[in-house]
Nanobody, 120 residues
Framework: QVQLVESGGGLVQAGGSLRLSCAASGRTSSTMGWFRQAPGKEREFVARINWSATLTYYADSVKGRFTISRDNHRNTVYLQMMSLKPEDTAVYYC???????????????WGQGTQVTVSS
């Protein structure tokens, strides 16, 4: 079992920054991902990172603005978000998997989510 707890969400003005954290406990997963879900929309891929942090992938909509990283000693994954836009407003979820995937169905474990609201 893997337990994931996100933190760091909040309200920020457009152009601002936030850093999300995801603390993991239990069995370590090789792939960690961030997803987001806006009201009335499907959950979408944001970013993922492999165990050694040598491979990262991003959705086109966040490329160049968001950075995913992980600290395996602290069992924590981060999502640094910069130049935030109102369309980034969503609940952000951390997820864990033992195989690489950009699809929500590829992840076995999920956090409870943290709200990010970007005002214009």
């Amino acid at each position: 079992q893997v337990q994931l707890v996100e933190s760091g969400g909040g309200l920020v003005q457009a152009g601002g920054s936030l850093r999300l954290s995801c603390a993991a406990s239990g069995r370590t997963s090789s792939t960690m991902g961030w997803f987001r879900q806006a009201p009335g929309k499907e959950r979408e891929f944001v970013a993922r990172i492999n165990w050694s942090a040598t491979l990262t992938y991003y959705a086109d909509s966040v490329k160049g603005r968001f950075t995913i990283s992980r600290d395996n000693h602290r069992n924590t994954v981060y999502l640094q978000m910069m130049s935030l836009k109102p369309e980034d407003t969503a609940v952000y979820y951390c997820a864990a998997s033992n195989r690489p995937s950009n699809s929500p169905s590829g992840y076995n474990y999920w956090g409870q989510g943290t709200q990010v609201t970007v005002s214009s």
